[in-house]
């Protein structure tokens, strides 16, 4: 146990390769425990569930390791989805946008003909 709790990230209680909030959740169960030395969230491995040990975790929160869904490797930036949101919501101002001026330029045609009619 032992050796897998120093192949781990620091502060990776749980041993899934992320440092979160799960492994808060490991610690804080846990602490003031006494256990077998760098096992559970004993991080600084002194046999007892501590503040120390949570350091560790605060310290370490958020980092993955490489391969376990970070983006080491990755190819190419993908647009959140805000931008696309953005995007349409442009978009469609200037539909509105245009739609309005279209209509204001046939209600101009309609007057201009009706003006030139002759009364009978």
Do not use: M
């Not at 503040?51 to 958020?62: I, M, P, Q, T, V």
């Not at 391969?67 to 200037?94: K, T, W």
């Amino acid at each position: 146990v032992w050796r897998d709790h120093l192949s781990a990230t620091p502060g990776d209680y749980n041993h899934n390769g992320v440092v979160d909030a799960a492994d808060y959740t490991i610690w804080r169960d846990t602490f003031g425990r006494t256990v077998t030395t760098g096992t559970g969230a004993d991080g600084n491995a002194n046999g007892t569930i501590d503040n120390a040990d949570y350091g560790l975790w605060k310290s370490h929160f958020g980092p993955a390791l490489p391969g376990a869904g970070s983006d080491a490797g990755r190819a190419g930036a993908v647009s959140e989805p805000s931008n696309l949101i953005l995007l349409l919501a442009a978009a469609a101002c200037l539909a509105v946008i245009r739609l309005r001026l279209i209509g204001s330029a046939a209600q101009k045609l309609v007057n201009l003909q009706l003006s030139r009619k002759p009364a009978i």
